[in-house]
């Protein structure tokens, strides 16, 4: 049989090489056809584009950190063409929802990847992070756009525990927390359970919440350990709060801060609800008929700054809503902060609480420095990188829901108490941008709460005193405790023979007031007049 096979090859062999040839060209068609179009609709523009329900996602991903990163890498998983092409196969439904509409808007994703297995895969958990200062620029609504700037450190940490890390905002990384929402977008978390490193179980719950006794044995399906994904949870996909857009642009120049009012326009018209981009665009077209009707003179001689801004509006509002969708910054939270959305507060709210009625800490100063504000009249912000003499009272865990409560004159010894609870930042607890914000989400006037916490103390402090000048109008303010690292800023005033002379020391020209203005405040009547 084969003799006979081998001669009909030799007796045929000229389409026996047809029939080879064919063969292999058909396969490496077949093959180049099938690779070309995997990595096709794998590529970011098949995600972006081809799908008609993608353009917020797609516009939203194109300005975002992840830029450069392919879609697939974060919804598929950095995996083999194996293990990929199964999850692939998986998502072939979602042509058809496309084809046929069967979707409801807004869209929001169901299932990702672990971070594990895609965030981890670039990002090292191991690594730590120092401190790094944050700079804020915020504009107020008034005719001058007034820039206000808040100044904090930021404590991202991390690191391993093996090298006695694993603290600030990325402590969540290194060690095992588990929570249960009841809500598809993880905004409401009401059990909380925390994992050491023996195995001890802390379990928190919201005391507001009214949950059965068996609520934890009913959702354990619901049980997800915290990666990630639960903070960054918009990392490539952000759809910017209006005022965040508003204040970069201006920031920027794109709106120029010369137009009066331009901040407090932009910022209600982004905000404000459209049927369409084009019905926005119309809005944004009406703010050059009203500079011409109320500044006049203004818009006569900058019609240009005022059509650069209208011009930005229309884009701003382009890129962060995205009506026919149903989808713009509302819809979508933002798991980072904690002002827009309850973010960190979703369990640092101080009203989750364990049997032991020992809270998760609701503490500024575990993420982040205290937040100082710097602008027009204020002093320089002064961040404090180490803490140091923190009282036992600061290391409760219900410290800050107590701190309002609870006042005497041990808290003059580290702050300045001038004006205490006020937002003028006439002192450290009166800053404005911790008493000058509605704190929505946090849980401090939870009514269950005052069940745990002490009954008010409250002792009167003497106000600060008038100065050596005898002028009773002269307030004090010193921000900051006394230190040797101190000394040298207190010299410049301060010599071997005491205070110096207000002549020819204090003299404008060659000692400006600010200068003194930094640490000190002044009353209004003697900042327009001459030092005493």
């Given amino acids: 049989m084969i003799r006979q096979a081998i001669r009909f090859l030799l007796a045929h062999k000229k389409w026996t090489l047809i029939g080879f040839l064919i063969l292999v060209v058909t396969g490496a068609?077949?093959?180049?056809?099938?690779?070309?179009?995997?990595?096709?609709?794998?590529?970011?523009p098949f995600c972006g584009t081809t799908c008609h329900t993608m353009p917020p996602e797609y516009v939203a991903y194109q300005r975002s950190p992840h830029a450069r990163v392919s879609c697939v890498d974060c919804h598929l998983g950095q995996e083999?063409?194996?293990?990929?092409?199964?999850?692939?196969?998986?998502?072939?439904?979602?042509?058809?929802?496309?084809?046929?509409?069967?979707?409801?808007?807004?869209?929001y994703v169901k299932n990702l990847r672990p971070a594990r297995d895609t965030c981890e895969k670039c990002h090292n958990p191991d690594k730590f992070s120092n401190d790094t200062i944050k700079v804020i620029k915020h504009y107020l609504n008034d005719e001058n756009n007034t820039e206000m700037r808040t100044v904090l450190s930021l404590k991202t940490g991390g690191g391993s525990k093996r090298e006695g890390l694993g603290k600030g905002i990325h402590w969540h990384i290194e060690n095992e927390v588990w929570f249960i929402a009841t809500d598809e977008l993880k905004q409401n978390i009401p059990y909380v359970r925390q994992v050491d490193d023996n195995g001890q179980v802390t379990e928190f719950f919201d005391l507001e919440a009214d949950l059965p006794p068996d609520f934890v044995a009913q959702n354990q399906d619901k049980l997800h350990r915290m990666d990630c994904i639960d903070c960054h949870n918009r990392i490539s996909h952000l759809f910017r709060h209006p005022d965040d857009l508003v204040d970069d642009a201006v920031a920027k120049?794109?709106?120029?801060?010369s137009i009066p009012f331009i901040r407090a326009w932009a910022a209600s018209i982004l905000k404000d609800e459209f049927e369409s981009?084009?019905?926005?665009?119309?809005?944004?077209?009406?703010?050059?008929?009203?500079?011409?009707?109320?500044?006049?003179?203004?818009?006569?001689e900058n019609k240009d700054k005022i059509r650069q801004a209208i011009d930005t509006i229309k884009e701003l509002y382009t890129l962060s809503v995205f009506p026919e969708m149903e989808v713009g910054w509302i819809t979508h939270p933002n798991n980072l902060g904690h002002k827009e959305f309850p973010g960190c507060f979703r369990c640092h709210d101080g009203k989750h609480l364990s049997k032991d009625g020992e809270a998760i800490r609701l503490e500024c100063n575990l993420c982040h420095t205290?937040?100082?504000?710097?602008?027009?009249?204020?002093?320089?912000?002064?961040?404090?990188?180490?803490?140091?003499?923190?009282?036992?009272?600061?290391?409760?865990?219900n410290w800050i829901a107590r701190h309002r409560q609870e006042f005497d004159e041990t808290c003059a010894g580290c702050h300045s108490t001038f004006n205490r609870g006020g937002a003028d930042n006439s002192s450290f607890c009166a800053n404005g941008a911790c008493h000058g914000i509605e704190w929505k989400y946090a849980g401090l006037d939870a009514p269950k709460l005052r069940d745990y916490l002490p009954a008010p103390r409250i002792e009167e402090a003497a106000e600060p005193v008038a100065g050596d000048t005898g002028?009773?109008?002269?307030?004090?303010?010193?921000?900051?405790?006394?230190?040797?690292?101190?000394?040298?800023?207190?010299?410049?005033?301060?010599?071997?023979?005491?205070?110096?002379?207000?002549?020819?020391f204090h003299e404008e020209e060659q000692f400006p007031l600010n200068a003194c203005t930094e640490c000190h405040q002044l009353a209004p009547t003697l900042l327009t007049g001459s030092p005493p």
């Fill in 29 to 44: 068609t077949v093959f180049v056809t099938g690779v070309t179009v995997w990595e096709y609709n794998n590529s970011t």
């Fill in 80 to 107: 083999s063409v194996l293990q990929a092409i199964p999850r692939k196969a998986k998502e072939t439904r979602h042509v058809l929802y496309a084809l046929t509409q069967e979707y409801e808007v807004p869209i």
């Fill in 253 to 257: 120049g794109r709106l120029n801060r």
């Fill in 277 to 300: 981009h084009e019905e926005a665009a119309a809005k944004a077209e009406s703010l050059d008929e009203w500079y011409a009707r109320n500044f006049p003179d203004y818009y006569a």
């Fill in 370 to 397: 205290i937040p100082r504000m710097a602008g027009p009249g204020l002093p320089a912000p002064i961040i404090t990188l180490e803490a140091s003499n923190e009282p036992e009272s600061h290391k409760d865990s």
């Fill in 471 to 504: 002028d009773e109008s002269f307030v004090p303010r010193i921000p900051h405790p006394l230190s040797e690292e101190r000394i040298g800023q207190c010299l410049a005033c301060h010599g071997p023979e005491g205070l110096k002379p207000y002549t020819p």
